[in-house]
């Protein structure tokens, strides 16, 4: 049950697009569409951003949005804000039952 | 508005037990599977366990294999984890999450989330 591997961190200027990828392999990301993808404030519960690889639970930003290829899977934030500047994570179900998260990404605005 | 409150988190020595409670309310909780994920300090969410909305079936993290058990009580809108043999790599904020499921294309993801409870092993 290795992690999906993320960058460390990511940066952008405010109103920039930036892109966060998820590499996992063809027995979890790769093999299913139960990917998602979390943002997490420190001390804060985690919040749904991203389910289904694409699809955005109500109540997220339109700035949100998601994708996969292969054993890849990307999660993008557009018109990058203030309030974005957190860890991000992928999730994704594995061929064992079991559930994987990414490594992690820091999204800082600079 | 769906809520999760964790409790039972604190100080345990190493090679000890812990019994960790998730207190449901706002859904029909016997709906839906439930997780437990923890975050150790200064590292990632690592998920730890899933368990049906019935309760008969459970998956456990290779981590923890051996040394957890998840339980609930639909009756009591509770969901459990116990973790025995307790080293320092068990230290982390424990938070429980509802699985959410739109179609049966749509599911494994984690739509609502307690705000966690720190369990730190530390003799």
């Known amino acids: 049950q290795s992690a999906l591997t993320q960058p460390a961190s990511v940066s952008g200027s405010p109103g920039q697009s930036i892109t966060i990828s998820c590499t996992g392999t063809s027995s979890d990301l790769g093999a299913y569409t139960y990917v998602s993808w979390y943002q997490h404030h420190p001390g804060k519960a985690p919040k749904l951003l991203i389910y289904?690889?694409?699809n955005r639970p109500s109540g997220v930003s339109n700035r949100f949005s998601g994708s996969k290829s292969g054993n890849t899977a990307s999660l993008t934030i557009s018109g990058l804000q203030a309030e974005d500047e957190a860890d991000y994570y992928c999730?994704?179900?594995?061929?064992?039952?079991?559930?994987?998260f990414g490594t992690g990404a820091r999204v800082t605005v600079l | 508005q769906v809520h999760l409150v964790e409790s039972g988190g604190g100080v345990v020595q190493p090679g000890g037990s812990l019994r960790l409670s998730c207190a449901a309310s706002?859904?029909?909780?016997?709906?839906?599977?439930m997780h437990w994920v923890r975050q150790a300090p200064g590292k990632g969410l690592e998920w730890v366990a899933v368990i049906s909305s019935p309760g008969t079936n459970t998956d456990y993290a290779d981590s923890v294999k051996g040394r957890i058990t998840v339980s609930r009580d639909n009756s009591r809108n509770t969901l459990y984890l116990q973790l025995s043999r307790l080293t320092d790599e068990d230290t982390a904020v424990y938070f429980c999450?509802?699985?959410?499921?739109?179609?049966?294309?749509?599911?494994?993801?984690?739509?609502?989330w307690g705000q966690g409870t720190l369990v730190a092993v530390s003799s």
């Open positions: 999450a509802r699985e959410g499921y739109t179609s049966a294309d749509n599911w494994g993801f984690l739509d609502y």
């Open positions: 999730y994704s179900y594995t061929s064992s039952h079991t559930y994987v």
């Open positions: 289904g690889v694409s």
């Open positions: 706002g859904f029909t909780f016997s709906s839906n599977p």
